[in-house]
């Protein structure tokens, strides 16, 4: 019913930027938190980016003042970006789209999550 599929994904040489993309679809009446997350091979997943409906926006310690996460919450949008920039071979990893939404139908809140793409920054 519901997909989030990111975009934007590659290789990078550190310094460089990136801008990752997730596109929600489906049957969604609305959409609340939405997040990047990501995890490096070997490593726990990690909250790197969060945005509320409102805007607000949260981020992991190791991206402040290098990433930038924003949406649109414009209606049959549902889109989420991650602006990545001054990128560090420390930021190679698969990053994952996860959202709150509420479809129609229920009108339950769920939590969703893409396939993920991968970033590799070389040094």
């Known amino acids: 019913q519901v997909e989030l599929v990111e975009s934007g994904g590659g290789s990078v040489q550190a310094g460089g930027s990136l801008t990752l993309s997730c596109a929600a679809s489906?049957?969604?009446?609305?959409?609340?938190?939405m997040t990047w997350y990501r995890q490096a091979s070997g490593k726990q997943r990690e909250l790197v980016a969060r945005i509320t409906k409102g805007y607000d926006t949260d981020y992991a310690d190791a991206v402040k003042g290098r990433f930038s996460i924003s949406r649109n919450n414009a209606k049959n949008k549902n889109r989420m970006y991650l602006q990545m920039n001054s990128l560090k071979p420390d930021d190679t990893a698969v990053y994952y789209c996860?959202?709150?939404?509420?479809?129609?139908?229920?009108?339950?809140?769920?939590?969703?999550w893409g396939e993920g793409i991968l970033v590799t920054v070389s040094s």
């Open positions: 489906g049957s969604i009446f609305d959409t609340n938190n």
């Open positions: 996860n959202a709150d939404i509420i479809t129609f139908g229920n009108y339950q809140q769920k939590n969703y």
